[in-house]
């Protein structure tokens, strides 16, 4: 990548992102190995993707253009299997609604349906492992339908900070917390959160511009560089896990 795209406040928002995903990822680890100390182990059923196939993520405009990064340097392909499932709904009279699979679930690869799984959106980070307030401001974690039920006891939603410690030897997460990082990483659009159906396509002609422009820009300023200069660029941007 080149330093006038990496140095960007774009490049530098996209990494302050990477940086809570790491942090989501690390704490619900914690969570699943205290619930398993806790004889009460939270997991997913083995090769189920399930939440993807009546749910498309809504993202902020942020989400969204990490995600077109992702597609336009990591994953080309992928851009014109987006556009071919639009257009399939769309040659079929059917509107994409949140309850439609998202686009990017792919049923052949049971456990790896997932297509962007590195630049996945934060709601799909956050389900099944992180505990939301209640209408008392309390932590509450409801196990997800394709869940077990917790041995000897009957009810899948959990509330109150003493509960969850006994049952799972700590907390889970709060959802609230992390979304309220990513939005202040771009208060601007912390109220055009939008069905990824709807927020990728722009966000795929910004960041392609963008990465046009850096191009050009790096062309021109190597064309004035030494070799050893110009072949000093950074290594590309991480995509988180």
Not at 2 to 22: E, H, K
């Amino acid at each position: 990548m080149q330093p006038a795209l990496w140095n960007s406040t774009l490049m530098r928002r996209f990494s302050a992102l990477d940086r809570i995903y790491g942090r989501i990822e690390s704490s619900q680890q914690d969570f699943k190995r205290a619930s398993d100390r806790a004889g009460n182990p939270i997991a997913c059923p083995i090769r189920c993707g399930s939440c993807c196939v009546h749910f498309t993520p809504d993202v902020t405009p942020l989400e969204a253009e990490r995600l077109a990064y992702y597609l336009l340097v990591e994953r080309k392909d992928l851009i014109d299997h987006f556009f071919s499932q639009l257009n399939k709904s769309a040659k079929a009279g059917e509107a994409w609604t949140g309850d439609s699979a998202c686009p990017f679930w792919n049923p052949e690869r049971p456990g790896e349906n997932c297509m962007v799984y590195p630049a996945r959106a934060l709601v799909c980070r956050l389900f099944g492992y992180c505990a939301v307030l209640d209408k008392e401001g309390r932590p509450s974690f409801a196990l997800c339908d394709k869940m077990p039920s917790l041995a000897g006891r009957q009810e899948r939603i959990f509330s109150g900070e003493a509960m969850l410690q006994g049952l799972f030897g700590q907390r889970p997460p709060l959802m609230d917390e992390f979304s309220r990082e990513v939005l202040a990483l771009d208060p601007s659009g912390a109220g055009q959160r939008r069905s990824v159906i709807e927020a990728l396509p722009t966000a795929l002609e910004k960041i392609a511009l963008l990465l046009q422009l850096a191009e050009a820009d790096a062309d021109q300023s190597d064309a004035a560089l030494s070799p050893s200069e110009a072949d000093s660029d950074p290594d590309d941007f991480p995509i988180a896990s």
